[in-house]
C-alpha cells in the first residue's frame, strides 16, 4: 500500500516543490505592508509539521519570503528544525535565524512573534490545545497566521476561537488553516462536479483511515528523564488535552473533505471504539473508532478509523449519489487522484471524470493561496471552516468516548474543557493532567462516563 504523504516524510522528498509553487503562483508582488516587500516568518512550534509548514511557505515564488524567528518548548526542536531548513539547498538562504532569535518555553511564542511587524506572518504549528492562546497574541501584534490543524480540541475553545476571530476579522487579518485538501485543484473541480449534480443528490459517505503502528498515539510510560508535562507535550498526539487525540489529530482531513463534498456539517453523531492491544501504555486513545454522522437531510457519513498493526490498511474517502459515485482520495492525502463514476462499483469503464495527473501538492498550494491573498490583499480567513471541522470531528470522538448520541448543538454548548488553564502552564509546573500512583492516566469508559470524555 503506498504510504500516507506526511509532512515529516515530504521533507524527505522536496525537490519537486519549487517547480510546483513557481507553476502556480502569481508572477508579480505587491507591496508588502511593512517597510519594504519581504513577508518576514516566524515558526511557533518546531516539529515535523512547522518544519514542513515553514518549507513549504519559504518554497512560494511571489516575492522575497524569509524565517527569522523559531520557537519551541524543546532545544532539539529547535536545533532539528533550523538544521532542516538552513541547510536546504533550495531555500536555505532565506533563513535568518541566529541564536538570538531562537526562542525556548511557554512564553517563546510572544518572543518570536515580536520579532516580526504588522502584516508579516506566525505559524502555528504546537499540539493544539495550545493553539487559541498563541491566535491571540499573533491578533494583537497585528500578525497573518498559518494554524495547523486541529486547531481545537474540545466545545469551550471552539466557541472561544470563533469569538476571538472577529478580532481578526476586523483587522483584515489573512488567516490560514492546515486543512491542505480544501486547496486541492482535483479536488475542488470534484466538488464542483458534485454540486452541479454529475452524481445526483448525495446520500452517504465513507472515509477511512486504518493504518498500522506508524500512525498509532500509543505512548509508553514516562520512564521517569522527564516531567510529565514534558512527556506528554513530547508524546501529545495520546493526550485529549494538548491534541483531541487520534480521532481529532488523524481524521480531521477525511471528515473535513467527506463534508466539503457535501457542503453541509453533520447535525450528530454516534460511534463506538476500543482499546485492545495497548498493553501497558498510557494515553488516553482508542485503538479503533467507528463513527456515524447524519447531516440534516438524513444522509450519512461512516468514518472507520485504527491504529492496529497487521491489519488491512485503508487511506480514502468516498461519495455516493443518487445518479453515481465518487473517489475523493486515494491512499493519502495526496495525490488525490479524484475520479467521478455513473456506478455504485466504481469500475473503470464507468469513470466519468478524472483529474489530470500529475497534480500539484496541495501543501504547497495552501501556502501559495495565503501567501497571494497578503500581496494582493485580499479577505482571507479559513479560521470558521477549521473550527467547524475540529468541533464535528470532536463531536465524534467524543459519541465514541461516551457512549451516546451527541449533536453538533449540544457539543457546542458543552461546558467541559480540557485545559482551562493552558496558557498559565509554566516549565516546572504540573500538567492539567497528572498520573495516578500507578502512572496511569484517565481513559474513556463509554457508558459509565457519558457527560466528559475521562474522569
Known sequence: MTQPNSRREFLKTTGRVAAATTMISAAAPN???????TIRIALVGCGGRGTGAALNALSVDNGPIQ??????????????????????????????????????????????MDQLRPGDVVILATPPGFRWVHYSYAIEKGLNVFMEKPVTVDAPTSVRMLEI????????????????????????????????????????????????????????PNDGSMPHLHHQIKNFHGFLWLSGGAVSDFLIHNIDESCWMKNAWPEKAIAIGGRHYRENCVDQNFDNYAI??????????????????????????????????????????TPAKSRL??????????????????????????????????????????????????????????????????TLAKFMKHDHEFAPNIDKLTMDGDSPLMPNDKGLYSIPMPGLVKNREYL
Not at 495527473?357 to 498550494?365: G, I, R, S
Request: net charge negative.
Open 292 to 333: 456515524e454522522y447524519t447531516f440534516a437531510d438524513g444522509a450519512k457519513l461512516f468514518v472507520d478509523g485504527r491504529t492496529v498493526p497487521g491489519c488491512k490498511q485503508e487511506f480514502a474517502s468516498f461519495a455516493h449519489g443518487t445518479k453515481g459515485t465518487g473517489i475523493i482520495s486515494t491512499a493519502s492525502h
Open 341 to 406: 463514476f455513473s456506478d455504485q462499483a466504481m469500475t473503470k469503464d464507468k469513470m466519468t471524470w478524472a483529474f489530470p495527473q500529475p497534480e500539484p501538492n496541495p501543501y504547497d498550494l495552501e501556502w501559495v493561496d495565503l501567501i497571494d491573498a497578503i500581496r494582493e490583499d485580499r479577505p482571507y480567513n479559513e479560521v470558521e471552516r477549521g473550527v467547524m471541522a475540529s468541533a464535528v470531528t470532536s463531536m465524534g470522538r467524543m459519541a465514541a468516548h461516551t457512549g451516546q448520541e451527541i
Open 31 to 37: 507591496v508588502h505592508a511593512g517597510e519594504d516587500s
Open 67 to 112: 524565517l527569522v524567528a523559531l520557537a519551541d518548548v524543546f532545544q532539539r526542536n529547535l536545533d532539528s528544525t533550523y538544521a532542516a531548513l538552513s541547510g536546504h539547498n533550495k531555500i536555505g538562504a532565506k533563513v535568518d535565524v541566529p541564536d538570538e532569535r531562537k526562542f525556548l518555553g511557554f512564553d517563546a511564542y510572544r518572543q518570536a
Open 165 to 220: 476571530n472577529k478580532q481578526a476579522i476586523e483587522k483584515n487579518l489573512k488567516v490560514a488553516v492546515g486543512l491542505m485538501c480544501r486547496h486541492c485543484r482535483g479536488r475542488m473541480e470534484m466538488f464542483d462536479r458534485i454540486q452541479s449534480g454529475e452524481i445526483g443528490d448525495i446520500h452517504m459517505l465513507r472515509a477511512y483511515r486504518m493504518a498500522g503502528k506508524t500512525a498509532s498515539a500509543a505512548v509508553e
